[in-house]
């Protein structure tokens, strides 16, 4: 769900910390994009990293690294993935979560499963957050039951069909993603994390 930084005092004057990502940011590049002398020295690779920032930078961090992911370039979302089968938003309900979850805990070396759900219709596309970066969308299977599907960061994302301000609601787009049970707001519900997006 995008990249985090944490950061702690190294016993000296400066700062220093370390960054987590799940791929779709590069956090290396991501420092990099940022300013010079933001940082006074960082490194790692695609997931991970690690840095060092004095002390009168650090307040200027968050803003920095978010003047950074707005200018990024991003990979591809979805890059050679591959999927592992293709799903009606029908067959999207909790007995195959369950069956999912099985398949745990998810990692690098063990990826959650990527389905292809063709041709579906949103009837309602937003962008939400205090800066309004995450697109959600929400379809409506063929019993009534609304589904949504949440990309994190979608803000300067380059799904296959465009950016987010292409993606319109009552178009039919194919999606790629992975299902997943979420309690955000005391709501537990079954919901889509979009991987890609295509025209």
Known sequence: ??????????GGEGLKGSCRSDGVVNVVELMRATRPGVFKEFGG?????????????????????????????????VEEKWLDGMLTLEETDDALLSSLERLAPFG???????FLFSG???????LFGARKDHLELQFRKKSGEAIRAISFFAKGKNFSCGSVE????????SL???IERSNFGGRNEIRLRVEDILC
């Open 45 to 77: 690779h695609k997931f991970s990293g690690g840095f060092s920032v004095e002390e009168e930078n650090i307040h200027h961090l968050d803003e920095e690294l978010h003047k950074a992911y707005e200018t990024f370039t991003f990979e591809d979302a």
């Open 120 to 126: 579906i219709v949103p009837e309602k596309v937003k």
């Open 1 to 10: 769900s995008g990249p985090a930084f944490l950061w702690g005092r190294d």
């Open 166 to 173: 292409n993606i319109e609601s009552g178009k039919s787009y």
């Open 108 to 114: 690098i070396d063990n990826p959650k499963p990527i």
């Open 176 to 178: 790629v993603g992975n």
